[in-house]
C-alpha cells in the first residue's frame, strides 16, 4: 500500500508541471484572439456553389467582402442606402444598366489585386443554374454581367425594377479569378481553394478542424484598417449546455445564439459577459398544409377550409405565447415580416385572443361537440390536427404546448409530433404534415416573400402549397414600383396572406448575443454580423 | 504457438466478416431514402442529385450494393458522409480516432490499475470494514448512469470549483506555436474529468474480479507452502498468489472494450470529447447512416482485435493454457 | 423447476446485500404501480411562467421547467422504465434459451453456424446495433423499443444456455430418458431446462440493470423513449440548462435509475452467489 502511495505521489508530481504549464501558456494570445462559438459547424464561406441551406455562413462576411453592404435600415430599393466596401463608387447610365468601380486598394490574401474580372465570375458562377440552382432563380433578371477594364463591372438587367442595386451586390460576393476560373465549374466545392479559400477581407484563412473549429488571422493588409482582434476561432460545439459552459468559463468570448429564456437569464447574472440584442430576419410560424397528406392531390379535408384556418388564428394568444416563451426577446410579427425588414409596420399590435368568436366561426362551418369529449366533431370525424416540429428546437417545443392548451379550450385537438431534424425536415418536404412549426430566416427584401407565400414557390420553399393569384401579382407590381409605392404594395401584400390565413405567424425573435466584458468597441450590424468585428477591440481578461 | 495464433487470428478475421454483413443488413433495413432529405434541404440540381444517389449507391440492386460495400471495406472506402458532404466517412472515422483512443487507453489503464489494487487489498482485509465499504461504493458508482455522473462531476469540478475544463479536448485559445508539453499539459487537463466519470462506473467489475480469484488462489496449497517457509506476507502476495490470481483479470480485458466503447458513446456526449463516440451521436441525430455505419465498423474491428490481444496475453502469461 | 428456483431465490435472500436488493426492488415495483393514485396528474397543464421550483409544500421532489411535480414524472417515469427492462429482458432471455438450446441440441452445422452469428453480434457494441436501428426507424414507437432492447439482449444468454446444453446432453438421466423413448421436446422441458434456470434467471436480473442504463442512455440521446412519455432519462436531459439553477430536476431521476440499478444489482449478485458460491 505504501508503494502504492508513493507511486500515486510521484505520478502527481510529475504532472504538476504539464499543468502549471498549459495553463501559462494561454495567457499570451488569449488578449489577441476573439473566440466565437456557434451550433452548428461552418459551412463552406465560398458564396456561392455550394447550395448549402442558411447553415451558418455569416462568418463569410470575414473572408470576403461584397461590393456593398445593406446600409443601417436595411433597405434594399433604389442605389442609395448602401455601404461602399469592394466598390468604390456606382453610377446609372440608364434604367437597365449599372456600373461599379472597383476600389483600387482592394487585394486579394495571396497578394493580387481585387478587379472587376473577379466580380464577373462570381456574380456569373451565381447565374448558371446547373451551380447555384438557389442562386441562378434569385438573379434571373440580370441578363448580362461583364468586366471592360480591371475597374469597372457593368451589369445588365433584362427589366427596370428597384432593387436591381440589391440583387447585384447581396446574393453574391466577388471571388479571385486567377484561382478560380480555371477549376471546371462542378468540381469547385471539391477544389483546393474550397478546402482553403482566399479572399479578401479583415481576416484569412489558416485551418479547419472538421466537426471542431475553424482558424483566421488578421490580414494587416486590409485596405479598410487594421484589425483589432489578431486571430478569429470559430467553435462548433453541437451541445448548448456545453457552449454556455465554454462561455461561462471563460473559453470563449462570444456566443452567437444564447437560447432559450432561462440561459438568457443565467448568462446574463455573471458580470463579465455583456448581452448584446440583435434584431433578426428570423420569422416563426405555424403554417397551415392545405392538401392532403394522405393523398396530395386532394385538398385538406380540415385545413383547407380558411373559415377553420381563421377560428384557430383567432383562438390564439399569440402574444403571451410569445412572452411566456421568449420573455422581451421576441416581437410578434404582423405576417411573413421580420423585426428587421424595411416594410415593417413598427405600429402593429397583435390582435387579442377571441376563443369565443373562434368558437363561433367553426360553429357555423359545422363543427359541433356532438359527444360531449371536449373535442369538435364533424360528420363523425374529429378536430384533431398534428402539429410537427424539429426536436433541436426547445422554444418551439414550449410554445406548441401552449399552442395545444389554449386551442383545447376551442374544442380543437392538437397532436403534438416532436420529430428529430431530419425526419422533420423529409416530413416537410415530402407534405407529410398537418400544421408545421417552422422558423425561417428570410431575405433582406421583401420581395422573397414570393418564395414561401407566392404560388411560383410551390414545390420549392413553399411546402404548405398555398396559392392566392393576387399575392403574385402584388409582388410583381410591388417589384417594379418606386420606393413609396412598393411600400404599400408589400404592405397590401402582406395583409392579403394574413386574410388568406395560410399560417399563424407566431414569433419574430431578437438575437440574444454573448460577449465577453473584456472587448470593447463591440458592434454587430444585424445584416451582417461579424462584417464589423475587423473593429473590436478585445482586451486583457478582468 | 504460431498455428494457434495464426487459428485464432483466423477466428477474428471471419468473426469480422460475419459484423460487415450484419451492419450491412442492419444500414439497408433503411425504409424510403435516405437522400431525400439532403436533396430537399439543398436543393440541389437534377444532374447533381442523380449523381448523388450513384455515390451513394442507392440506384443499384442490392447484391451489387453489397458486393460494392465489402469492396470499400477492403480498401478502406466506407463511403461518403450525408450530413458533412463532401466528407469521406473515412476521413471523419480517422480523424475522431485518436481522442477515443486516448480516453479509452486512459480509462483502460486506470480501471486496470486502480480496480486490481483495490482487489487485492479488499481481499488481503477481507470481511472487514472497508472491504464492505468498497464494495458497496463500488456497486453504488457501477449503477450511475454514466452521463449523470458526468454531469454531477462537470457541474461541482468545472462550475461548482471552476477547478478543471468541462467541454472538448483541449483549449482552442492555444497558439499554434505553443510547445508540446505545454500541449500535452493542456489536454490532461481535459481528460481528467470525462476519464474519472468513466473509470468510477467501470471500476467495480474489476474490483471484484481480482478479489474474487486472489481469494481463491490464496486457499491455495502452493500459498500456504509459501507463508510455511517463513516468506514475509507481502512477498507470498505479490510474488507468489498474485500472480496467478491475474489471468482472470486479463481475461476480463478481452470482456471489456465492448462496456469501454459504449460508455465512452454517453460521456463524450457530456465532455463534448471528440471521440468515436460523440461523432456515432450525433450521426443518430442527424440520421447520417454512412458514419453509423462506418464508425460501427471501426468499433467493432477494436473489440475484435481487442479481444485478440487479449487471449494472446492469456496465452503467453499462462503455461497451462499452452496445452490446450 | 420451479422447486430449484425457489430454493435459488431463498438462498439468495440468506445474504445481507440480496435481502436489501429484493427489499428495494419490492418497494419500488409497489411503489412505482400503485402510487400514481395518491400522486398528481404527471401531464398537467405546463406552466412556463412559473417554472422549476425547488423541493417544498406539495412538491416533495420540486418541479421542473414546465412546472410539473417530478415526483410524479419519477413515478411515471418508473412506470415505463421498469416495464421496459421487464418486457424486453424477458424477450432477450427467451430468444437466447431458444437459440442456446437450438444449438446445443442440435450441434453440428446449424451449432456452428448460429455461434458464429453469435460471435459477431457480440463483437458489435449492444448500443450500437441500437444506434443503427433507431437511425434506421423514423420515429420509434416505445414497444419497438422494448422489441429492438429483447433482440439486441440475447446473446450472451445463448452461449450460456448452448453450454448447458451441451454439457447435460451426453448425462445419464438424460440417455436414460431417451431409453425411456422420451421425444426432444419433453427431454428439453423436463430434463434440460430446469437445471438452465438457474443461470438464466441470475442473467436475466443482471440484464434488468443493464437494460435500464440502456433505456436511459438512449433517452437521455433523445432517441429512446420520447415526450411527451417521462423517461429517467429524457428528464435527465431536459434538466441539462438548469444544471445551476435547479439542481434537484436532474438529481431525483438520476438517484432514482442509480437506487433502482444498485438493487437489481445486488439481488442479482447474490442470486450468483447463491447459484455458485465460489464466486462470493
Known amino acids: ?542 | 504457438m504460431t498455428r494457434w495464433l495464426a487459428r485464432r487470428a483466423l477466428q477474428a478475421v471471419l468473426t469480422f466478416a460475419v459484423v460487415t454483413v450484419l451492419l450491412f443488413v442492419l444500414m439497408r433495413l433503411t425504409p424510403g431514402d435516405p437522400l431525400q432529405r439532403l436533396e430537399g434541404d439543398r436543393q440541389l440540381s437534377a444532374e447533381a442529385a442523380a449523381a448523388l444517389r450513384h455515390r451513394f449507391g442507392i440506384d443499384q440492386p442490392l447484391s451489387t450494393q453489397f458486393g460494392d460495400f465489402l469492396g470499400g471495406v477492403v480498401r478502406g472506402d466506407l463511403g461518403v458522409s450525408i450530413e458533412h458532404y463532401p466528407t469521406k466517412v473515412s476521413t471523419l472515422v480517422l480523424s475522431r480516432l485518436p481522442a477515443s483512443l486516448l480516453l479509452g487507453g486512459t480509462v483502460l489503464l486506470l480501471t486496470f490499475g486502480i480496480g486490481i489494487t483495490l482487489g487485492v487489498y479488499q481481499a488481503v482485509h477481507r470481511g472487514r470494514r472497508l472491504d464492505h465499504w468498497l464494495t458497496n461504493s463500488s456497486l453504488a458508482l457501477y449503477a450511475m448512469p454514466s452521463f449523470w455522473l458526468g454531469l454531477v462531476l462537470a457541474w461541482f469540478f468545472g462550475i461548482r470549483l471552476h477547478l478543471l475544463p468541462v467541454a472538448q479536448m483541449h483549449d482552442p485559445l492555444l497558439g499554434a506555436n505553443a510547445s508540446w508539453l505545454v500541449r500535452a499539459g493542456d489536454v490532461a487537463r481535459h481528460l481528467i474529468l470525462p476519464a474519472a466519470t468513466l473509470t468510477a462506473v467501470s471500476l467495480a467489475a474489476v474490483m471484484r474480479y481480482q478479489r474474487t480469484a486472489l481469494l481463491e488462489v490464496l486457499r491455495l496449497d502452493f500459498v500456504l507452502a509459501a507463508r510455511a517457509r517463513g516468506l514475509p506476507e507481502r512477498q507470498v502476495l505479490w510474488r507468489h498468489a498474485w500472480r496467478n490470481a491475474l489471468f482472470p483479470v486479463v481475461g476480463l480485458l478481452g470482456l471489456w472494450l465492448p462496456i469501454l466503447v459504449t460508455g465512452s458513446v454517453f460521456v463524450e456526449q457530456v465532455f463534448n470529447w471528440p471521440g468515436l463516440g460523440s461523432l456515432a451521436a450525433d450521426a443518430v441525430s442527424a440520421r447520417d447512416y454512412p458514419v453509423i455505419l462506418g464508425t460501427a465498423m471501426l468499433v467493432s474491428a477494436q473489440v475484435l482485435l481487442g479481444g485478440f490481444l487479449a487471449d494472446v496475453a492469456y496465452y503467453a502469461l499462462d503455461p497451462r493454457v499452452r496445452g490446450a | 423447476m420451479t422447486g430449484s428456483l425457489w430454493r435459488l431465490l431463498l438462498r439468495a435472500l440468506t445474504s445481507p446485500s440480496g435481502r436489501l436488493g429484493a427489499i428495494v426492488i419490492a418497494l419500488l415495483t409497489l411503489f412505482v404501480f400503485v402510487a400514481p393514485w395518491l400522486l398528481p396528474d404527471p401531464s398537467a397543464m405546463p406552466d412556463l411562467v412559473a417554472g422549476a421550483l425547488p423541493p417544498g409544500a406539495g412538491h416533495p421532489f420540486g418541479t421542473d421547467q414546465l412546472n410539473r411535480d417530478i415526483l410524479s414524472r419519477v413515478v411515471t417515469g418508473g412506470q415505463i422504465s421498469l416495464s421496459v427492462a421487464g418486457l424486453a429482458v424477458l424477450l432477450a432471455v427467451t430468444l437466447g434459451a431458444l437459440v442456446g438450446g437450438l444449438a446445443g441440441f442440435a450441434g453440428g452445422w446449424l451449432d456452428s453456424a448460429l455461434m458464429r452469428l453469435v460471435d459477431g453480434a457480440l463483437a458489435i457494441p449492444r448500443l450500437f446495433i441500437l444506434l443503427m436501428l433507431v437511425a434506421v426507424w423514423e420515429q420509434m414507437p416505445l414497444g419497438a423499443l422494448v422489441l429492438v432492447l429483447g433482440a439486441t439482449g440475447w446473446f450472451a444468454t445463448s452461449r450460456i444456455v448452448r453450454g448447458e446444453v451441451l454439457r447435460l446432453r451426453n448425462a445419464e438421466f438424460v440417455l436414460a430418458a431417451t431409453a425411456l423413448g422420451a421425444g426432444p421436446g419433453r427431454i428439453i422441458l423436463r430434463h434440460l431446462l430446469p437445471n438452465v434456470a438457474g443461470p438464466l434467471l441470475v442473467a436475466a436480473t443482471l440484464g434488468v440493470g443493464d437494460v435500464i442504463l440502456l433505456e436511459a442512455g438512449l433517452s437521455y440521446l433523445g432517441i429512446g423513449v420520447r415526450p411527451p412519455t417521462p423517461s429517467w432519462g429524457s428528464m435527465i436531459l431536459d434538466a441539462r440548462p438548469l444544471l445551476t439553477t435547479a439542481p434537484w430536476t436532474s438529481i431525483f431521476p438520476g438517484l432514482a435509475i442509480a437506487i433502482t440499478v444498485l438493487a437489481v444489482n445486488l439481488f442479482g449478485d447474490a442470486l450468483r452467489g447463491a447459484l455458485d458460491p465460489r464466486s462470493a
Not at chain 1, 448584446?276 to 380540415?302: C, K, M, T, W
Not at chain 1, 385545413?303 to 384556418?309: I, K
Not at chain 1, 399590435?349 to 363561433?360: E, I, L, N, Q, S
Not at chain 1, 397590401?492 to 419574430?508: E, G, K, M, N, S
Request: aromatic fraction near 8%; charged fraction near 20%; proline fraction near 9%.
Open chain 1, 1 to 542: 500500500m505504501r508503494r502504492c502511495f508513493r507511486a500515486v505521489v510521484l505520478f502527481s508530481v510529475l504532472l504538476s508541471p504539464l499543468a502549471v504549464a498549459s495553463a501559462a501558456g494561454q495567457e499570451a494570445t488569449r488578449e489577441e484572439t476573439v473566440v466565437i462559438v456557434v451550433g452548428q459547424e461552418p459551412a463552406s464561406p465560398i458564396p456561392t456553389l455550394l447550395g448549402n441551406s442558411a447553415a451558418n455562413q455569416e462568418y463569410t462576411d470575414l473572408l470576403f467582402l461584397p461590393l456593398a453592404r445593406l446600409g443601417p435600415n436595411n433597405i434594399t430599393t433604389g442605389d442609395k442606402d448602401f455601404i461602399p466596401q469592394l466598390a468604390k463608387s456606382w453610377s446609372r447610365p440608364d434604367s437597365l444598366t449599372l456600373i461599379f468601380e472597383i476600389d483600387s486598394r482592394a487585394r486579394w490574401h495571396d497578394g493580387a489585386p481585387v478587379t472587376a474580372r473577379d466580380a464577373a465570375l462570381a456574380l456569373n458562377l451565381a447565374r448558371d443554374s446547373t451551380v447555384d440552382p438557389q442562386r441562378a432563380l434569385l438573379l434571373q433578371h440580370i441578363a448580362e454581367v461583364t468586366a471592360p477594364d480591371d475597374s469597372h463591372l457593368v451589369v445588365r438587367f433584362s427589366e427596370a425594377y428597384d432593387e436591381q442595386f440589391y440583387d447585384a451586390v447581396y446574393h453574391v460576393s466577388p471571388l479571385p479569378s486567377h484561382l478560380v476560373a480555371s477549376v471546371p465549374r462542378g468540381t469547385l466545392a471539391q477544389s483546393g481553394f474550397a478546402a482553403a479559400p482566399v479572399g479578401n477581407g479583415p481576416y484569412r484563412w489558416v485551418r479547419r478542424i472538421p466537426g471542431q473549429q475553424l482558424e483566421l488571422t488578421a490580414n494587416d493588409a486590409f485596405f479598410l484598417g487594421r484589425p483589432g482582434p489578431r486571430r478569429v476561432l470559430i467553435l462548433s460545439v453541437r451541445d448548448p449546455e456545453a457552449r454556455i459552459n465554454l462561455l461561462l468559463s471563460g473559453s470563449a468570448d462570444v456566443l452567437t445564439n444564447v437560447g432559450a429564456l432561462a440561459d438568457v437569464t443565467r448568462v446574463s447574472a455573471d458580470k463579465r459577459i455583456r448581452i448584446i440584442p440583435v434584431p433578426s430576419f428570423s420569422v416563426g410560424y405555424l403554417s397551415f398544409n392545405q392538401r392532403d397528406p394522405a393523398d396530395l392531390e386532394r385538398p385538406h379535408p380540415i385545413l383547407s377550409d380558411p373559415a377553420v384556418r381563421a377560428a384557430i388564428i383567432k383562438a390564439l394568444d399569440r402574444r403571451a405565447i410569445v412572452e411566456a416563451t421568449f420573455g422581451p426577446w421576441s416581437a410578434v410579427p404582423e405576417g411573413p415580416v421580420p423585426q428587421l425588414s424595411w416594410i415593417r409596420d413598427a405600429a402593429f399590435r397583435p390582435a387579442p385572443a377571441d376563443p369565443v368568436g373562434a368558437r363561433a366561426l367553426l360553429r357555423a362551418q359545422g363543427w359541433t361537440d356532438s359527444d360531449g369529449d371536449g373535442v369538435l366533431d364533424k360528420g363523425g370525424k374529429p378536430l384533431a390536427l398534428g402539429l410537427s416540429y424539429p426536436s433541436q428546437s426547445a422554444p418551439r417545443g414550449q410554445m406548441a404546448l401552449q399552442v395545444q392548451e389554449q386551442l383545447r379550450q376551442v374544442g380543437v385537438r392538437i397532436d403534438i409530433n416532436r420529430l428529430d431534424g431530419p425526419v422533420w425536415s423529409e416530413r416537410r418536404n415530402r407534405g407529410n404534415f398537418d400544421i408545421d412549426f417552422a422558423s425561417s430566416t428570410m431575405d433582406p427584401s421583401p420581395a422573397g416573400i414570393v418564395q414561401s407565400w407566392g404560388c411560383a414557390g410551390r414545390g420549392g420553399a413553399n411546402k404548405t402549397y398555398y396559392c392566392d393569384p393576387k399575392v403574385d401579382s402584388l409582388l410583381g407590381l410591388a417589384l417594379h414600383a418606386p420606393r413609396k409605392e412598393a411600400l404599400a404594395l408589400y404592405r397590401q401584400t402582406v395583409r392579403t396572406i394574413v386574410a388568406d390565413a395560410p399560417a399563424v405567424f407566431l414569433y419574430a425573435p431578437t438575437t440574444p448575443v454573448a460577449v465577453s466584458d473584456r472587448i470593447r468597441r463591440v458592434e454587430i450590424v444585424p445584416s451582417a454580423p461579424w462584417s464589423a468585428l475587423w473593429k473590436w477591440a478585445p482586451g486583457p481578461s478582468r
